[in-house]
């Protein structure tokens, strides 16, 4: 009786994993998601980066594609928010400055009908000095309604 042929297993050779260039990729995505909030993307972009350039470093030999997109995602999201940081900024300077010019406009405006005012007030209160009777001593006053003011000055 012959037996039949047992199969032969052969151990595979451990390849090392790539935790590392996973993790800078995945950091590198999550980083160029929130690239708009600079301290947690620039946070995540160098960790990103330090994970890949050790992944990369200690791959020898062995594939490092993770690693090398995490470290171009982690560089990516930097440039990104620092460009975005400069529109932003560049956006409200452009603003507050519109927005204080027409400040500055409508002062203009409400200080010079401000100064028509008091000149309009000042011209009313002059006619309205030249209007009163002049008084000396020994002038009478006398109201419309019949009644009178003697002004006697001793």
């Known amino acids: 009786m012959t037996q039949p042929p047992q199969p032969q ?8 994993g790539n935790g590392l260039g996973i993790a800078s990729l995945v950091l590198g995505i999550i980083a160029l998601c929130v690239f708009c909030f600079p301290p947690l993307a620039g946070i995540l972009a160098v960790i990103a980066i330090i994970l890949g350039v050790i ?5 020898g030999g062995a594939p490092t594609g993770k690693a090398k997109v995490g470290l171009a995602l982690g560089l990516l999201a930097i440039v990104a928010g620092v460009v975005f940081w ?3 900024t560049f956006v409200i ?4 400055k519109s927005a204080g010019d027409a ?3 409508h002062s203009a405006e409400w200080q010079k009908q401000l100064e028509d005012a008091a ?3 000042q011209e009313e209160i002059q006619k309205m000095q030249k ?3 002049t008084t000396q ?3 009478v006053l006398t109201h419309p309604d019949g009644w009178s003011i003697h002004i006697h000055i001793a």
């Open 55 to 59: 992944s990369i470093a200690q791959a």
């Open 93 to 96: 300077h452009k603003a507050a």
């Open 137 to 139: 001593p020994g002038s």
């Open 9 to 16: 297993y052969q151990m595979q050779p451990v390849v090392p």
């Open 103 to 105: 400040l500055q406009q």
């Open 86 to 88: 400069v529109v932003v």
């Open 119 to 121: 000149k309009k007030q």
């Open 131 to 133: 209007n009163l009777p």
